[in-house]
């Protein structure tokens, strides 16, 4: 199963997967877990830089600090689970199957 989660910053991420039994205190994978990726902030906007590299405009980001995850079960993320349309990254070979 492959999941996209959405929190507030990576410290609760790895709080969140280890309370789940997805990783252990060192930040292992457990059994069930295949895959964590942490993306963390996505950009929505690019930033726009002159040819000195200076920046022009400020890039934007989406909200929240995001991760993928790829379990052999299924997991219930609650809330943290989110259904993103425009997807920033993906598993190669596998299709988002939930």
Do not use: C, W
Request: net charge negative; glycine share 8%.
């Amino acid at each position: 199963m492959i999941y996209k989660l959405k929190y507030t910053d990576k410290a609760e991420a790895i709080t969140h997967l280890q309370e789940l039994g997805l990783i252990d205190e060192d930040e292992q994978y457990t059994a069930i877990t295949e895959a964590v990726v942490y993306i963390g902030l996505i950009v929505d906007q690019q930033g726009e830089y002159n040819d000195q590299g200076e920046e022009i405009t400020a890039p934007t980001y989406l909200d929240g600090y995001h991760v993928d995850v790829m379990t052999n079960t299924t997991v219930n993320f609650g809330s943290k689970e989110i259904f993103p349309t425009n997807e920033r990254h993906k598993f190669a070979g596998y299709e988002q199957i939930n």
